[in-house]
């Protein structure tokens, strides 16, 4: 049986949902003209609701099943009429007797054409079958099959769409301030009740931020960004606010606003706040760039001298960071000062420039980045020797008799060093010894990162065959996981890079942060049930947490629970805050 194109398209959506959305400004700015807060939030859980319906039955794949096959279709008829002008062409120039090279080219030509009218049938047919797998049907009222349904497409319009997606837009940000709106009240709502409750004054507003961001499904850090840019919006950017509720812009616009203008006093902060967002509509014309310059120059001309201590205290703030990547990789991040970093990035162009004008075939960004690895991990001093400032040719350009030095590690001078060895650093991987001695596929873990392959860790443990590289000092220790659940049992005692076992047993299981939805390090390790409470410190009473969760864990309301796993389910934490919401964490299996 075919499937009926959905009614959404060319139809009016739900009219009740509707007018529930287009009243989200006048719930918004009814805040300060006396309603009954308690209607408001119910009223707005209903919109939710009825949000999540319609966005889950919006989409209907046969649709765009119908466009992908209208699409191979047209494109299968316009490769039909190259073969077939081809043709033309070519036996035309039988009858005229051309030269034999002329024919031969027009003879290759129509070759070609044929060779790509009979691809593009081929995908065609396979568009049609893909709209009966779904359960559509190809061709309608009794007309001649096209392979696809052209009744469907009379009731796409493209002009509708674009409205639907910038109507979305719109309530997408609107629905987000109500959020900061919500935050706002939230932080106030608890500050209050820790403040009954006799929390010290210097605790009040602990593990607050956590529990936003539990229920945002981000992490404790993002969380606090969240707390912070609410406060300030709701409470000294009422412009802003506006704006931000009629979906005028985003959240990330409106963060960034934030952001530069948090060293101003609060009369300056309303100055930018008005020139910026007074008018709505005008601020949505404003790219990211554009915005976040203009909040800039405001802010340098209403107190220059605070803008130039902030630019002077951002000194401090320098970092690197690491985070995963896709397929192996990772992004290293560093906040740098803008000279610095002008200077890095033009010194790795330049060598990169050399290197391909002198023959290498890697890529200009290959070459760059291979050589900040190069000049990260191999070398020390960097200009020391004949080469120039940023040549890097390495401490000499000819090698010593009795020296450690080769070619191999410093290049004749003129060649600029780019070469990358593996750093002789401790890293823990965890694999199946399958997949180590066997050549098995079974994916292995960098603790701390994310999984890899298996020929992956393979080279990082035994190195590269074909070059003879190999890891000078490899220590290996047996880790025993349940054969159903695969959570870590026990392990081997050897070679420990910490002196205490529990906290290495504990590492090398819950590997990140145990608090839903964060994934930093592991900094500290609790207790679940808390030592004063008589809980023991023993693995099963101890989990693995970034600094910051263990800290609001331990504000009042906060508690944790231990719960024994099932023969097919890892060891779990069920985590309670104070307002009664219960969110689980589950330590991730391991490889096997």
């Known amino acids: 049986m075919g499937m009926a194109a959905p009614e959404w398209y060319g139809s009016t959506p739900d009219t009740a949902a509707a007018s529930r959305l287009a009243r989200h400004n006048d719930i918004a700015d009814s805040r300060f003209s006396g309603f009954s807060h308690s209607a408001v939030p119910e009223e707005l859980l209903q919109l939710s609701s009825e949000i999540l319906s319609l966005c889950g039955s919006y989409f209907n794949p046969i649709v765009l099943a119908h466009l992908d096959a209208a699409l191979a279709h047209e494109l299968a008829q316009q490769a039909q009429q190259q073969v077939q002008k081809a043709d033309v062409l070519a036996t035309e120039a039988i009858q005229e007797g051309r030269p034999t090279e002329a024919l031969e080219h027009l003879a290759h030509r129509l070759a070609t054409a044929k060779s790509f009218a009979a691809k593009a049938t081929s995908q065609a047919a396979q568009a049609s079958a893909v709209i009966e797998a779904l359960g559509g049907a190809i061709g309608g009222g009794g007309a001649p099959s096209h392979g696809f349904d052209p009744a469907v497409l009379d009731q796409v319009h493209g002009a509708e769409l674009i ?255 780019t070469s990358v060895d593996q750093p002789e650093v401790a890293v823990e991987l965890v694999m199946t010894d399958r997949a180590l001695f066997g050549g098995a596929q079974d994916p292995a873990i960098l603790v701390g990162y994310e999984p890899i392959t298996a020929p992956t860790a393979r080279s990082m443990i035994l190195g590269d065959p074909d070059s003879g590289d190999f890891s000078p000092r490899v220590w290996l220790k047996r880790l025993f996981t349940h054969p159903e659940n695969k959570s870590l049992l026990s392990m081997d005692s050897r070679a420990r890079l910490f002196p205490d076992g529990i906290k290495e047993f504990l590492r090398l299981q819950d590997q990140r942060c145990q608090t839903p939805y964060c994934d930093a390090p592991i900094r500290e390790y609790d207790h679940i049930k808390a030592y004063a409470a008589g809980g023991e410190t023993t693995i099963e009473n101890g989990q693995g947490l970034c600094s910051d969760c263990n800290k609001a864990k331990e504000a009042q309301g ?35």
Not at 561 to 569: E, H, L, S, Y
Request: charged share 25%; with cysteine.
């Open 163 to 417: 409205d639907t997606i910038a109507a979305l837009e719109e309530s997408k940000n609107a629905i987000c301030a109500v959020q900061a709106q919500a935050q706002a009240l939230f932080v106030a709502q608890q500050r209050l009740e820790q403040a009954r409750a006799g929390v010290e004054k210097e605790k009040i507003g602990k593990g607050i931020a956590q529990q936003l961001a539990l229920a945002r499904h981000e992490s404790p850090y993002r969380g606090r960004q969240l707390c912070q840019l609410s406060e300030v919006i709701v409470r000294e950017m009422p412009c802003t606010m506006k704006a931000f509720t009629l979906g005028q812009i985003n959240e990330y616009r409106a963060s960034q606003l934030v952001s530069e203008t948090a060293f101003l006093s609060y009369e300056d902060r309303a100055t930018v706040d008005q020139r910026i967002c007074g008018d709505p509509s005008a601020a949505a014309l404003l790219g990211t760039r554009e915005m976040c310059a203009k909040a800039k120059k405001l802010a340098y001309e209403l107190d220059p001298q605070a803008f130039v201590k902030r630019h002077s205290k951002a000194l401090s703030d320098r970092y690197v960071s690491l985070r995963p990547a896709a397929d192996g990789m990772t992004f290293l991040t560093a906040l740098i000062p803008l000279k610095q970093g002008v200077r890095i990035l033009a010194t790795l162009t330049r060598v990169a420039e050399s290197a391909k004008a002198a023959g290498d075939e890697r890529g200009k960004g290959q070459i760059m980045a291979d050589s900040l690895m190069h000049r990260l991990i191999k070398h020390a001093p960097c200009d020391e020797g004949a080469g120039e400032v940023g040549d890097h040719r390495g401490p000499g350009t000819t090698p010593t008799p009795g020296s450690e030095s080769s070619w191999g590690q410093h290049p004749p001078e003129g060649k600029l060093c």
């Open 558 to 592: 906060w508690m944790s629970q231990r719960v024994d796993p099932d023969t097919f389910g890892p060891p779990s934490v069920v985590v309670r805050t104070p307002t009664g919401h219960r969110y689980i964490s589950t330590a991730p299996p391991l490889p096997g």
